[in-house]
C-alpha cells in the first residue's frame, strides 16, 4: 500500500480509506455474469451523449466618450 501510495503522492491513511471504499463497492456490485450470456444483451455507452459546443466570446464595445470623464 505504501508503494500505491507513493506513486499516486497521496498520504497512506487517504490510500487505504479509498481502497476500503473501493472494497465496500465491490461487495455491493451485481454479478454481470448471467448478463453478458444472454444474447439480447447489449451493451450501451455508460452515461448519455452530450454534445458541448464551447461558447463564443462576445467582445463588447462600449462608445465612451473619454474626455467627458476628466
Same mark, same amino acid.
Given at each position: 500500500m505504501r508503494v500505491a501510495a507513493a506513486a =499516486?503522492?497521496?498520504? =497512506?491513511?487517504?490510500?487505504? #480509506?479509498r481502497f476500503n471504499e473501493a472494497k465496500a463497492a465491490v461487495i455491493v456490485q451485481e454479478n454481470l455474469q448471467p448478463i453478458i450470456?444472454? &444474447?439480447s444483451f447489449l %451493451?450501451? %455507452?455508460?452515461? %448519455? #451523449?452530450?454534445l458541448v459546443m464551447p461558447e463564443r466570446w462576445l467582445q463588447l464595445s462600449l462608445? =465612451?466618450? &473619454?474626455?467627458? =470623464?476628466c
Open positions: =499516486l503522492r497521496i498520504s =497512506l491513511s487517504y490510500c487505504y #480509506f450470456g444472454d &444474447v %451493451p450501451g %455507452p455508460w452515461r %448519455p #451523449f452530450k462608445d =465612451l466618450d &473619454v474626455g467627458s =470623464l
